[in-house]
């Protein structure tokens, strides 16, 4: 009697279901039943067995219940190898698409035409080549001219022309910090290449060419100005503030396109004033940030050594002629205890 009422439900629900799901159980089941029939001892499912449960998951929605030979997610597994087979197989006959590769005679023309004019750009070199028939794009012509080696002897001249007038150069640049309250400030400094010492520093929302001719004429005042100037392609840097500083009696030297290690001494002060400071502070406003590197400007004067200047410092740190290992060892804090000052005790 008890096996009588656990088929009823088994029947009901047998009565209501459609003609269509009867028959995709009957072909799932006959299909299992095959595989078992086999004489393996563990039945393994082949290609077609594999297709099947593929195509019948995407025909039936209740393919779950008359799986039994394996779990549902190998079933999903079968589904993606199949799907990755195909694509693979695909991608191996492919056809001829888009534009033609650039062979190798014509790579090593258009590194030959930037080698001997080294003022064309890539619309000039291109129309030279489409005058000598070649159908190549510009783009891929500026590709081309990006891998052409570089010309050593202009950074070999630039290389020299610090190392020989180091007394006589200052960079100056600006650089963002971003405030607790999401907005902008920048940061204006000059620097002297010959002990990197910081001349002068300010901080401004808006850095307009005007703002730079005052913060020059603060920085250089009563004929203290150097022989040479070095900045970036900024637009605060106009030819109005160039004109001014010329009056000074400096020399403007703007970098290149894109070559901040022309204006290494004040990209590598910018590194390190945000490895060593503001990286670790959150800047609430102009005053704040002022304060903070006016900090950092006397601790990089009197305590920081630079490997530029023989591991000494801008203000001439004096070293210890002894080392004694029983005197003592004092370290003062220095930026709010981020880096400390260590002497000999007295």
């Known amino acids: 009697m008890l096996r009588l009422l656990r088929l009823l439900p088994v029947l009901a629900t047998r009565l209501f279901r459609s003609r269509r799901d009867l028959l995709l159980e009957n072909l799932a089941l006959r299909q299992q039943r095959a595989v078992l029939k086999r004489r393996h001892r563990q039945p393994r499912s082949g290609p077609s067995e594999k297709l099947f449960w593929v195509i019948l998951r995407r025909l ?12 549902p997610e190998t079933v999903f ?5 199949g799907f990755k087979l195909y694509w693979t197989r695909l991608s191996r006959h492919r056809t001829c698409a888009g534009r033609k590769c650039v062979s190798i005679e014509l790579r090593e023309l258009i590194l030959r035409m930037v080698a001997e004019n080294s003022t064309w750009g890539a619309p000039r070199i291109h129309g030279e080549l489409r005058m000598l028939g070649f159908d190549v794009s510009e783009r891929a012509v500026l590709r081309r001219m990006r891998k052409a080696p570089r010309n050593p002897e202009p950074a070999k001249r630039w290389a020299t022309f610090l190392s020989d007038h180091r007394e006589a150069i200052a960079a100056m640049d600006f650089f963002t910090v971003p405030t607790l309250t999401f907005g902008v400030l920048y940061c204006f400094f ?3 290449h010959g002990r990197r010492w910081v001349l002068h520093l300010s901080v401004t929302r808006h850095p307009s060419s005007l ?14 100005a150097p022989g040479y100037l070095i900045f970036d392609r900024g637009t605060n840097f106009n030819e109005e503030a160039i004109d001014t500083w010329k009056s000074f009696g ?15 001494v004040a990209e590598r002060w910018i590194g390190n004033c945000r490895r060593d400071m503001l ?16 900090e950092y400007v006397r601790y990089q004067h009197e305590d920081r ?13 004096e070293a210890a002629k002894t080392s004694d290992a029983h005197r003592g060892i004092v370290s003062s804090p220095r930026l709010a205890g981020l880096h400390h000052r260590c002497d000999l005790a007295a």
């Open 279 to 294: 990286d670790h502070a959150m800047v609430v406003n102009e005053r704040h940030l002022k304060r903070l590197m006016n």
């Open 211 to 224: 703002w730079v001719i005052q913060q020059l004429r603060e920085a250089f005042p009563y004929d203290s």
């Open 77 to 81: 597994g079968w589904h993606r190898a």
């Open 305 to 317: 050594t630079h490997l530029a200047l023989a591991k000494e410092t801008p203000a001439g740190r």
């Open 250 to 264: 400096i020399q403007p030297k703007r970098t290149s396109f894109r070559s901040p290690w022309r204006n290494g």
């Open 60 to 71: 039936w929605f209740g393919w779950r219940q008359t799986l039994i030979l394996v779990p």
């Open 190 to 192: 000059v620097i002297a």
